[in-house]
């Protein structure tokens, strides 16, 4: 799988550092999800890794960001508090959306589980939020810093042990956890919820869990993690979580069930020779399917799409790239030419006419496509100039050219 390093600004411009986990070749992007981490972790945390890769290999690419001060993130961890992170998770976002695609599901474990349930209300694009090991408010960690009360009291500031690592904070975190003392925001989430929690989580009571379940509206539910530990130390707990929580999510972002399920595996009957297209939202989300491959084709977000696909012209330019770029190769292999590598980068014009010579009218339009070959290797000039020619043979070019008969007929079996 695909790992993309991503580096982008908090609030404060500090550079936050993350990880995109993208699928597999050959697995398409169904969604994008926004993970966030348990308190003082980071992103590397077994639990966050694992459920990002699993997901990931299920279509769900996944970005995981160290939060401010931690990990590979720049900025002082003394100077963040709870409002600072669902800051740096709005951050993460935008970025995702800026470079990707906005997340449509949230996933936080530990605190970053209530740091989500805060964040999603002011992430339109957010239809689905899951929560793993998470306290119901974020107060709840105040626990952590008992023996350095009086300390920060007197001095502003203070170190406390969490865990085996030393951290150093300052009294405005735990005025600013206090803030997050009442659970009733949850009524307000206005998305679909999913509640992980373990019965034998010694760091977090399964108590906190019932509390998110009870304060927040239905559509919720809750999934117990059995006799998994706080931190999913366990790879097989991570998996069940990023399985479970791919097939609920599956309901919730605008794929219908049987739509989710072609993506993943389970193809329709088509014959050899034979396309199908099926509709799999009511706006652009199509399934494209042969007897033996599946994608997705979709319009941009410009245009109203998801941009989960290819639009339909991207397809029609990848079909005569590839036909191009295979056309070329049987023929360089046949005259035993030095090709050693092709590239073929294309692009679809509207063009005024006056582009265009034999046009009638200078107010027309005429379609255009622009076709570049990179051609690598031990070629003479006359050589590149025949495969030049040759790129004009290709099969689809020729149909393109050809003004192809199109018959268009109704299905008369069942509705």
Same mark, same amino acid.
């Given at each position: 799988?695909?790992?993309?390093?991503?580096? !982008?600004?908090? #609030?404060? &411009?500090?550079? +936050? /550092?993350?990880?995109?986990?993208?699928?597999?070749?050959?697995?398409?992007?169904?969604?994008?999800?926004?993970?966030?981490?348990?308190?003082?972790?980071?992103?590397?945390?077994?639990?966050?890794?694992?459920?990002?890769?699993?997901? #990931?290999?299920?279509?769900?690419?996944?970005?995981?960001?160290? !939060?401010?001060?931690?990990?590979?993130?720049?900025?002082?961890?003394?100077?963040?508090?709870?409002?600072?992170?669902?800051?740096?998770?709005?951050? =993460?976002?935008?970025?995702?959306?800026?470079?990707?695609?906005?997340?449509?599901?949230?996933?936080?474990?530990?605190?970053?589980?209530?740091?989500?349930?805060?964040?999603?209300?002011?992430?339109?694009?957010?239809?689905?939020?899951?929560?793993?090991?998470?306290?119901?408010?974020?107060?709840?960690?105040?626990?952590? !810093?008992?023996? /350095?009360?009086?300390?920060?009291?007197?001095?502003?500031?203070?170190?406390?042990?969490? &865990?085996?690592?030393?951290?150093?904070?300052?009294?405005?975190?735990?005025?600013?956890?206090?803030?997050?003392?009442?659970?009733?925001?949850?009524?307000?989430?206005?998305?679909?919820?999913?509640?992980?929690?373990?019965?034998?989580?010694?760091?977090?009571?399964?108590?906190?869990?019932?509390?998110?379940?009870? /304060? =927040?509206?239905?559509?919720?539910?809750?999934?117990?993690?059995?006799?998994?530990?706080?931190?999913?130390? @366990?790879?097989?707990?991570?998996?069940?979580?990023?399985?479970?929580?791919?097939?609920?999510? &599956?309901?919730?972002?605008?794929?219908?069930?049987?739509?989710?399920?072609?993506?993943?595996?389970?193809?329709?009957?088509?014959?050899?020779?034979?396309?199908?297209?099926?509709? +799999?939202?009511?706006?652009?989300?199509?399934?494209?399917?042969?007897?033996?491959?599946?994608?997705?084709?979709?319009?941009?977000?410009?245009?109203?799409?998801?941009?989960?696909?290819?639009?339909?012209?991207?397809?029609?330019?990848?079909?005569?790239?590839?036909?191009?770029?295979?056309?070329?190769?049987?023929?360089?292999?046949?005259?035993?030419?030095?090709?050693?590598?092709?590239?073929?980068?294309?692009?679809?014009?509207?063009?005024?006419?006056?582009?265009?010579?034999?046009?009638?009218?200078?107010?027309?339009?005429?379609?255009?496509?622009?076709?570049?070959?990179?051609? @690598?290797?031990?070629?003479?000039?006359?050589?590149?100039?025949?495969?030049?020619?040759?790129?004009?043979?290709?099969?689809?070019? @020729?149909?393109?050219?050809?003004?192809?008969?199109?018959?268009?007929?109704?299905?008369?079996?069942?509705?």
């Amino acid at each position: 799988m695909e790992r993309i390093k991503l580096v !982008f600004p908090n #609030a404060d &411009g500090d550079e +936050l /550092a993350g990880l995109l986990e993208m699928p597999p070749p050959g697995v398409t992007v169904a969604r994008y999800a926004l993970f966030a981490h348990c308190f003082t972790c980071g992103k590397d945390i077994a639990a966050a890794s694992r459920i990002s890769r699993a997901m #990931a290999a299920r279509g769900i690419a996944v970005l995981r960001f160290d !939060f401010t001060g931690l990990g590979n993130s720049d900025g002082d961890f003394a100077n963040t508090n709870f409002s600072s992170n669902v800051a740096d998770l709005l951050a =993460a976002a935008r970025a995702l959306e800026q470079q990707h695609q906005a997340p449509a599901l949230l996933i936080g474990h530990s605190l970053g589980g209530a740091a989500v349930l805060a964040a999603a209300p002011q992430l339109p694009s957010v239809r689905a939020v899951a929560t793993i090991g998470a306290p119901a408010t974020a107060d709840h960690v105040k626990h952590l !810093f008992s023996t /350095a009360h009086g300390e920060l009291q007197a001095a502003g500031e203070a170190e406390v042990q969490i &865990g085996s690592r030393s951290f150093r904070i300052k009294r405005q975190l735990l005025a600013d956890l206090e803030q997050y003392a009442d659970a009733s925001h949850l009524r307000d989430l206005g998305r679909a919820l999913l509640v992980f929690h373990s019965p034998v989580d010694r760091i977090v009571s399964i108590d906190e869990a019932a509390r998110i379940y009870q /304060a =927040a509206r239905h559509p919720k539910s809750f999934i117990s993690l059995d006799d998994a530990d706080h931190l999913l130390s @366990r790879r097989d707990d991570a998996e069940y979580v990023a399985e479970t929580l791919v097939a609920w999510a &599956g309901r919730y972002l605008e794929l219908d069930r049987h739509g989710f399920e072609r993506n993943y595996g389970t193809a329709p009957d088509v014959a050899d020779g034979e396309v199908l297209i099926t509709e +799999l939202d009511k706006k652009f989300l199509r399934g494209t399917f042969t007897s033996r491959h599946q994608g997705l084709s979709d319009e941009p977000l410009s245009f109203g799409g998801k941009d989960l696909g290819p639009s339909p012209y991207d397809l029609l330019l990848m079909a005569l790239g590839a036909c191009t770029s295979m056309t070329l190769r049987m023929y360089a292999n046949h005259k035993a030419l030095d090709l050693q590598d092709i590239e073929v980068r294309l692009r679809h014009e509207r063009v005024h006419a006056e582009d265009c010579a034999d046009c009638e009218s200078d107010s027309a339009k005429i379609e255009r496509i622009s076709r570049v070959l990179t051609l @690598r290797g031990g070629l003479s000039a006359a050589q590149r100039e025949r495969l030049l020619q040759i790129a004009d043979r290709c099969p689809v070019h @020729r149909t393109l050219e050809g003004e192809p008969q199109i018959v268009t007929m109704l299905d008369d079996g069942p509705a």
